[in-house]
């Protein structure tokens, strides 16, 4: 069964997308099956890895309305071992399209049970709202993944998400943890950068990954040729930082695998 990973912040720019590209990308390099859900309306992962939008492509909007299995919306991509769930701007309209729906924030974990046994990480890239795809998507979730902006007002919001996830837990999916906080945008040339590093470390302890997402030029143009970075340019800084927080969280669920055995006796 596959682990179930989010990518989520409601604050927007800190770096969800690029993260949920290239830790898909980098865990696929490690030789494992791995499935993107594009879950943001504005479809920045589709584009980001080459897929192009087409009013005949189903997308995640198909699969949350139960009009399309999820199994004919997956799309292989060019970078070996990822594939991804689609997303366009119809997706705007599923927050009124399921206001009333019955099992409206189980839509997302119902379709993924489908074909988590197909691999070993499912990434989710959430939009950046407090909203009915966010809440699916951590309601399917094992775990969060929450980059932050080395920026001046980085703590800001991030106690209405943590209001979220633990309302999710107490109401939903009590299981669902937090797989770490991410510090992107990095630059340790300035002063404010590593002020507010200290500050998230200090804030959040151990939940801090150890690995920082530098801020550079080779990472942000990756996108605008539809590929990784992993695949535009191997031997970047940025290519090498996801590399490493790929293995962070292989090591991540290493550890808590031998936890939850011993939890279960």
Same mark, same amino acid.
């Given at each position: 069964?596959?682990?179930? $990973?989010? @990518? ?12 949920? $590209?290239? =830790? ?45 299995? @999820?199994?004919? &919306? $997956? &799309? ?10 689609? #997303?366009?701007?119809?997706? !705007? ?5 399921? +206001? ?5 924030? @189980? ?16 990434? @989710? ?13 951590? &309601? ?36 669902? !943890? !937090?797989?770490?906080? =991410? ?24 939940? +801090? ?7 550079? $030029? ?22 090498? #930082? ?21 939890? #279960?006796?």
């Amino acid at each position: 069964m596959a682990r179930v $990973i989010s @990518i989520a912040n409601q604050k927007g720019g800190v770096g969800k997308t690029t993260t949920a $590209i290239n =830790l898909a990308a980098a865990l696929a390099a490690s030789e494992l099956q791995v499935l993107l859900v594009d879950s943001d309306p504005q479809g920045n992962s589709t584009t980001g890895l080459g897929i192009e939008k087409s009013a005949e492509r189903n997308t995640l909007y198909q699969v949350l309305l139960r009009e399309a299995p @999820i199994t004919d &919306v $997956i &799309v292989p991509t060019e970078f070996e071992g990822l594939s991804i769930v689609p #997303a366009d701007q119809n997706l !705007v309209a599923t927050n009124l399209d399921l +206001v009333d729906a019955q099992e409206r924030e @189980i839509r997302l974990t119902s379709a993924l049970e489908q074909v988590s046994s197909r691999y070993e990480y499912i990434l @989710i890239d959430c939009p950046p709202a407090l909203d009915l795809l966010t809440l699916n998507a951590l &309601v399917a979730s094992d775990a969060v993944l929450i980059p932050i902006q080395c920026e001046f007002f980085a703590l800001e919001g991030i106690s209405q998400l943590m209001d979220t996830v633990d309302r999710v837990k107490e109401s939903f999916n009590p299981d669902l !943890v !937090v797989e770490g906080v =991410l510090l992107t945008m990095y630059d340790d040339r300035t002063n404010l950068t590593r002020q507010v590093e200290a500050d998230l470390r200090d804030f959040f302890g151990s939940e +801090v990954f150890k690995t920082v997402i530098p801020r550079t $030029i080779r990472l942000a143009e990756a996108p605008s040729f539809g590929k990784p970075i992993l695949s535009y340019d191997p031997r970047s800084r940025g290519a090498e #930082a996801y590399i490493q927080l790929a293995k962070e969280v292989l090591a991540h669920e290493q550890r808590s695998k031998p936890e939850s055995a011993q939890s #279960a006796r």
